[in-house]
């Protein structure tokens, strides 16, 4: 394995797959961002204690360099295993992770009394505990990379992985409240003082399975057989996978109270059956299941209420929190006045109040860090995720076989998906639902989750930028449909 | 498959771009707006972040912040308590301040654009000093001696007020309203405690927290008289001349007759002005009311004050707490003509008749003043927090003039005989030249009647050192007489210790 570093002696058949143009694995330029971001997350832990504890301790610098410790232990894995990866993944998820972990040790610091604050323990409270969940899922994620060394294989499994994310989706809705919910929403499965939130490794497992389907079934799903407004319909008996998943996603969000989720499944869903088929009718349709679903759950809420009043509820409260600003538009005035408080520059790191807000090491975690970092860091981490959602698609881009290019750029989209919908959320610009940010949420389940995906994207990013004849390199052979068929229509029959 | 990942892409670059939209809209162009949100507790710990400077009234601090252990680092504090709590007003941690609190709360938290000098400094060297000071006009002694006098009145009334006035200047010296309240619990940093404090005063039937003597309007019974004597001697009327009187008098259209306080007042047809004054004849005066019609004596209250709804008392021209207005209501029919039963009683101070205390000490004020009415303010300088650099000095001014010299001056003699000789007795002091009215005005039918006098005291030059309203809701007999005492002992009190200019 460790000679595919050695730089490709003939740049491969032309320039259309970026990957191939340039095979040089890029691992030193990996390793000094990865330096980097760890500075930014030592900087941004000692700001927060000269801010909070008005002195610097001696041991700032310790969460930061067990932090980098951790993602220096993933580099090299990347280094042996993935070579050729995206090398902008891993320092972009590292300062994201890092930053939370700040941010948590941070409310950690605010939350103890004044006098306890500056030997609190590095590895006590929710910082802490989001420490070794980083560490947790970091080795998981090594652990994927090193099991799965053809992103392809995991393909056989797709069966199996669809049925366990079916099962995860509904775990929490079938399993009784006091087990699943969790804050008005039926997410999580609680066992003591363990809990889990399954849908987060749910969408990892359907998506999965969906780019199998999708594969398999595409040149089914691009018959057209209406045209309608310059636009291919497809026929009437094809939609029925895509109304299966509609009707799913309508069931959580009744009976889970989340319409987040269910945006984000049947985003997920529509997106790769656009990928796959390069319809635009598939879109259209998805768009008015979608929001047709959600005004027909909205009406219902409010002429019914029953299992709709919670989605009525937080349509009403998004179109004005502050009717009821301390009840129920409670969350959402406080994550805006904590967001406009902030401003352009933000009140710096530490110099906020994050405590005032409901549910920060949470759901608000970006409107706490947006207090103290203000417009321009907040824009500063959408143009990280925008970047790690970028690369993800670039890496379905540039691999050459249709399962990679369809799990790579579904689990991207899915990836800004759910942080559009939480940072759409949290600052008014859709209604509220109860997702984790990417990598900044207090919580096992979500890193897990979201580090499993990044290992995914880096398997998928090394198959594609690996050069196809490298001296002794894996040639890799696309097991999908032929080549010739990705960028040509599908022959169409017209009536 | 490429074409529709570059679309995907393009999607997802179109919701980022909602999203650093709607970031952009909520802490660039709304951050103002959310940053001072009444719904954001920030401000109340941002507040607390420097020492609110003091309010202080002859050299003693009535409103101090004290450094607590807490998360808000400041205690407001009134070491007056009760006494100066509606002066003051209070700066609770949740809610909005009142009185004066409320009106220079910029100086005293710091963030007056007067100190920007000041915080500019404090970027310099990083400290944080504290907010100015505001320096009242208050007389101590005048403002304890009215707290304690009218809280302990003889007549056993619980609500009044009183507020006392330096003609010249139109400084305050004492504004009182009784019940009062302790300010100190409401300022709680234990939010739960405030809000009980609050609620419980809230709830209390004698309204502790209203500030009676710039809000509460009342009929001012023969107070009102003053004003009508004014209207009268402005129309060819001297003090000497007689005008007609009797023991009862009926209006052409009403069946209602007005009758005197008691049989042996002006029994006679006719009676002095001067007379009808010291006796207070209201026979005579609402004789004289339907002689001079509506128009002059709404016009002659007018000019004293009455029906002025943006008057405040703080810093002079710069807001303060505001005053109810005063009204003479209606005096005329339906068809617009004057209505002699309505002119009758108003002449009297009553009817539609409403004047707040505050307005009662500006017209004895102006009578003493020879005629000029001094705009009123509580706050005579604002000092830096370093305290050595004066902000804002008063610089005293006429508010207007509703009665010439010559008037005044009469106005003045005939006060002091009703002092002297008549209704006022109780508010003479030895050594100065004193003047007033008293007043007895029905408050409801099957309630007692409030008891008011306004008055001012002239030294032994006719010098004007203090002009006085003392009001005691629902006192029943006794009550003007009473107020009449109390009005003597404030006067007393201010010509002792005359508080700032």
Redesign the interface.
Known sequence: MTAAATPASSPATAGERPGVRMARSRRNAELSLLLLAMALVAAYGAMVEANVLDTVTPGFWVPAATLTAVFLGMHLVIRFLAPFADPALLPAVALLNGLGVGFLRRLDLANAAPEERADLAIFAGTGGRQLAWTLISVVLAGGLLALMRDHRSISRYAYTLGLAGIVLVMLPAVLPASISEINGAKLWVRIGSFSIQPGEFAKLALLVFFAYYLVRKREVLSLASHRFLGIDFPRGRDLGPVLVVWVISLLVLVFEKDLGTSLLYFGMFV?TV???T?RVSWLLIGLVLFFGGAYLAYVLGEAVGGPFANFYLRAQIWLDP?AQ??DDGYQL??G??A??????FGAGPGG??PL?LPEVQNDFIFAGI?EEI??FG??AL?VI??LI??RG?RA??AVRD?FG??LA?GL??TL??Q??VI??GI???IPLTGQTTPFLSAGGSSLMANWLLIAVLLRVSDAGRRPVDGAGGKVTRPSGPPEQL??APTEVIKP | ?????????V???V??G???A???W???Y??????T?D????VQ?AKYDRKRGNIEAGGTALAVSKETDGELKYLRTYPGGAKYAHVLGYEPVNGAATGLERAENDFLAGTSDQLIVNRLRDMVTGDTTAGGNVLLTLSKRAQDTAYDELRGNNVGATKGAAIALDPATGAVQALVSIPSFDPNPLASHDTDEATAAYNRLEQEAGRPLRNRALGEVLPPGSTFKIVVAAAALENGITKETNIPAGSSYTPPTSGEPIRNAAPSICPESQVTLMNAVTESCNTGFAKLGVQLGPDVLKEKARQFGFEQEDLTVGRLGEGGLSVAASRTGSMENPDGGPDPAALAQSSIGQRDVRMTPLQGAMIAAAVANGGSQMRPYLVRQLLAPDRTTVYDTANPRELRRPVSNQVAADLRDMMVSAVENGTGRNARINGYTVGGKTGTAQSAPDRPDHGWFIGFALDSEGKPVSAVCVVLEEAGSGGSAEAARIAGQIMRAAIAEPGGR
């Not at chain 2, 498959?1 to 995907?8: D, E, G, H, Q, T």
Request: net charge positive; no cysteine.
């Open positions: 997106a656009y990928i796959a390069e502050f600003p301390y005035v406080q805006l006045l967001l406009g408080s902030g401003g352009l906020g109040q005032m947006g203000g417009l907040l824009s959408l995720y925008l959602v970028e698609l379905a881009l249709s290019k369809l750029g991207a989209f800004a998906l942080v559009f940072v759409g600052s008014k610009l990705h960028g | 498959m490429n074409a529709p990942l570059r679309r995907v892409g999607v997802v670059i919701l980022f909602l999203l650093f709607n970031l952009n909520i802490q660039a709304k951050a103002d707006e959310y940053r949100s719904y954001n507790g920030r710990v």
